[in-house]
């Protein structure tokens, strides 16, 4: 009885207020072992595949790279490197449409196609010998950028504020966005290699504890990584309620550990750290065997491919090739998504490069993509119910609409992540993120335009 | 792009979408008054059914003749205007004449929510405007209650049913007085199974209490219901009339017999639940229930009328704006102390 309700009261806690349940389909490609995209002929890498300032060629049009070898530099704090996904010539430094539709400077490279394509890696110093700000530069090399979405630059996190103590490092293995199932291939194929990536980080941080968190619908990584966990480390899986945005950092840790971060605080403020799980992997590939980040786990799923697969594709590679490899898409084919359907973004053009965020690639066809004609608000309330920040994305829709921006601010538009759970869940068929977007940024223009 | 590539959208996130639609709620709110509607058309007989179909009438015409051409079948097919039509004809008594509610159903809409600027926008539930206009206009009509008076009449209806719009009833029907009414005016109480499985007078829907909980239930489970508004007001209406009960209970009804009688299962259920005039939050909704149950109570003790459920939920949907602005939700993070 005791332990029935200890069991009960666990299902409670591991989990955070509000949110939605929409169907994972992961079913699709969660048995289906990871495979390697094999090398193209030309590879597009934009130099602004993460949050922050771009990053500079190092590289001139003509020149031979190889597999590995920086390509472009980091061009401020917020910034990282980029490395050659090939061996090959660089053939042009210039404007080239990103996936998300807008014209960024990238670099694009031609393979060698009777190159080896090894990969030479450089040797590092031991991380542990290294300052703390040497870390962080050392990161910075690396290429690597948060992988759970917002592709922040991974150094950023490692650059504490002085007298910040970390006590907690978490693993975010939630991977709550439907169809994805890379972070969950990572954790059942690559348990040595996460397991690692947080026994450097639990090291260099002096964290207490590493919990990693994942969604109950993964049991197998849950079981592969308890079993590979010795008794030494104090390192905690948790399973985590099935429901989106479980892997939103602060819904996560709101599930972990209880804590309410306050709104302006970071993680790092109250002791903690967070990464995502291939974010984690991929850290200790650099800092273990100084292998850059220049390839991407990428899920592509979804009913319009005809062979979902978890590929392992060289950051550049054109979407219509990966979509080539997994069989072509069905013709009726409606929609191609980067990313996950919760947070992703279409691409207009199947010639988009995988880049570092493309967590996945879906293809959604009429089912889908089909919406029902917009109604007025009823003030149902389901977006109420669905908000995991506890705001009103009703009466911010019908401000947005009215365009009543500063009142959206006073009743706290600014705390809204964007993950579009009030959009997702209103019978009205309200764009409701959609336009608290819009008023996000007219805000911000505004502000900066003012001051 | 090349030319065999497929057409494809862009569009912002998030690109999935629950499947629940303004419209599916509305047929479910239909389907949990079915068994109810029924009922009260086998207990009153045909002319419930005249009734009924004359308000709905009403309330579809309406919507029609002032909807742009364009936005007809969506509106119509939104099934809001039908709904308006069903409960303002369940709360009508069954002998009402058939223009009448027409003219009800006309209000309703009219008054009740196109002048608002349509669904959504209205203060008032447009159903119980619609009411509250009848009982204005027609107070005998409104309260005058006809009863089958055994099996064999079901196909028998009432002359004033089909009276002429506009000229004298003439109440031939058998009538009989609601349990409120008895209860108000000759301190006489109905035994409580009858209040539960709907054998009194009353409106055409709001007798059968048992067949209202159930379709209540069915909207829960369907998730289509708040379910603190009708548990609010239920608890209100019964911890308040028991607080007179105590007090005096010769002359007071208990609690059980204030939430079996009268509208106010139907109220609670599923007028005071519309969610275009209820407040959104959580906490809104608590209070908003509670004042609905304290004005009920109030109005059918002490007002001129045996029942009060219409005012008082109108009077709390005037109340809505205020509650929805000072009861939001504490945003996430927001007011937290730090160390």
Known sequence: MA???????????????????????????????????????????????????????????????????????????????LHSPVTGWVRAIGRRRAPGGQFSQAIEIEADPYATQRLDVEHLPSWRSLSPDEFVSVLQDSGIVGLGGAALPAHVKYSLREGVRIKYLIANGAECEPYLTNDHRVMVERTDALLRGIEILQTRLGAEETIIGIERNKPDAIESLRRRIRSGQSIRVEPLRVKYPQGDSKMMIKSLLGIEVPAGLHAADLGIIMNNVSTIAAIADWLDSGMPYIDRMVTVSGPGVERPSNLVVPLGTPVREVLRFCGGLSPDTREVIMGGPMMGTPIASLDAPVIKSSSGILAFTAAETARPREYPCIRCGRCVEACPYFLNPSRLARLAKARMYEEMKRIQVTECVECGSCTYSCPSGIPIVQLIRTAKRALRSHKRGGS | MSAK???????????????????????????????????????????????????????????????????????????????????L????????????AFLGGVVAIGLGKLIWGGLGYNLFNPA????????????????SWSVRSDVTSFFDVPGSILAFPFMHPGYDGVSAATPLGLMKFQDQSTPLWDLVIGNTGGSIGETSGLLLILGGVFLLVRRDLDWRIPASTLLATAVFSLVLFLVDAERFPGPLFSIFSGGLLLGAIYMATDPVTSPMTPWGAWIFGIGVGLLVVLIRVFGGFPEGVMYAILLMNAATPLIDRYLQPRVFGKGIKTE
């Not at chain 1, 300032?53 to 980091?74: D, L, N, S, T, Y």
């Not at chain 2, 569009?11 to 509607?37: C, E, F, N």
């Open chain 2, 89 to 100: 004809g369940l709360t009508l008594p069954p002998g009402l004449p058939m223009w009448m």
């Open chain 2, 128 to 143: 119980l405007v619609g009411r509250a206009f009848l009982l204005g206009t027609f107070p005998v009509a409104m309260t």
């Open chain 1, 3 to 81: 332990l029935k309700t200890k069991a009960l009261a666990t299902l409670f806690r591991r989990s955070f207020a509000h949110g939605v349940h929409p169907n994972d389909h992961k079913v699709l490609t969660a048995e289906l072992p990871v495979q390697r995209m094999p090398f193209v002929g030309r590879y597009v890498l934009p130099l602004n595949q993460h949050l922050g300032v771009p990053a500079k060629p190092v590289v001139m049009p003509g020149q031979r790279v190889h597999r590995g070898q920086r390509i472009a530099e980091p061009a401020a704090f917020v910034s990282t490197s």
């Open chain 2, 5 to 87: 590539d497929p057409r494809l959208l862009v569009r912002p996130a998030p690109l999935l979408k629950q499947s629940l639609t303004t419209s599916m709620a509305m047929r479910d709110v239909v389907l949990a008054l079915a068994p109810a509607t029924l009922a009260g058309i086998w207990l009153f007989g045909l002319g419930a059914l005249l009734v009924l179909s004359a308000s709905i009438a009403g309330c579809l015409l309406t919507e029609w003749a002032f909807s742009p051409p364009d936005e007809r079948r969506a509106k119509m097919r939104d099934g809001s205007g039908f709904i308006t039509g069903l409960l």
